[in-house]
């Protein structure tokens, strides 16, 4: 397909709602990868998907987040019980590991506001 | 583990001022190394990247970086910057195994 993908492009949501973000990879990219990006301040490391490994959870900031990526394709990223600190923009990326030296591809972004 | 280290988290130039962006990062093995750039409600996109051979690499829009590797370090050049450069520029470093780490970003802005 062109693209990574991602929606919704906004969300409003109110503290303690759940939201969920998905993003669509580039078709038969390997790698998958959720960034966050406040206002400000630089790329934060969520969570990767490479394959059929497990994912490195290691940026996750708390247990109220929580992503899954379904068929080594679309993923969805949760976040339970939503805080206004959890505004921030939400980014995807994919990347075909192995060739292009890993160069990722990103998406939109969704725009996420917590009232 | 790999962490990108960005000195500059905010320069101002004026138009035709030369650039340049620090860039150390921290891994004992073979590494892939990028600069990304986020110009104002765009997408982040690659500008350039090295692999292997030549270490000054030539990107986009008249940018070029530097590997050294005794220094670990990936700087990013410009000679001469202009209005149209404003953006955040990332670096970032990727190993064989495919994950990457991104430094925290450098906003440019460039006084026409």
Known sequence: GAGVSQSPSNKVTEKGKDVELRCDPISGHTALYWYRQSLGQGLEFLIYFQGNSAPD???????RFSAERTGGSV??????????EDSAVYLCASSLVGTDYN????GPGTRLTVL | ???????????????????????NYSY???????????????????????FSGDPLVKGIKGFEAEFIKSKFS??????????????EYFC???TNAGKSTFGDGTTLTVKP
């Open chain 1, 57 to 63: 959870k290691s940026g996750l900031p708390s247990d």
């Open chain 2, 28 to 50: 004992g093995g073979t590494v892939n190394l990028f600069w990304y750039v986020q110009y104002p409600g765009q997408h982040l996109q690659l500008l350039l990247k090295y």
């Open chain 2, 92 to 94: 970032a470093v990727s």
């Open chain 2, 1 to 23: 583990a790999q962490s990108v280290s960005q000195h500059n988290h905010h320069v101002i130039l004026s138009e035709a001022a030369s650039l340049e962006l620090g860039c």
């Open chain 1, 75 to 84: 993923s969805t990223l949760t976040i339970q019980r939503t805080q206004q």
């Open chain 2, 74 to 87: 990936f700087n990013l050049r410009k000679p001469s910057v202009q209005w149209s450069d404003t953006a």
């Open chain 1, 103 to 106: 160069e990722q591809f990103f």
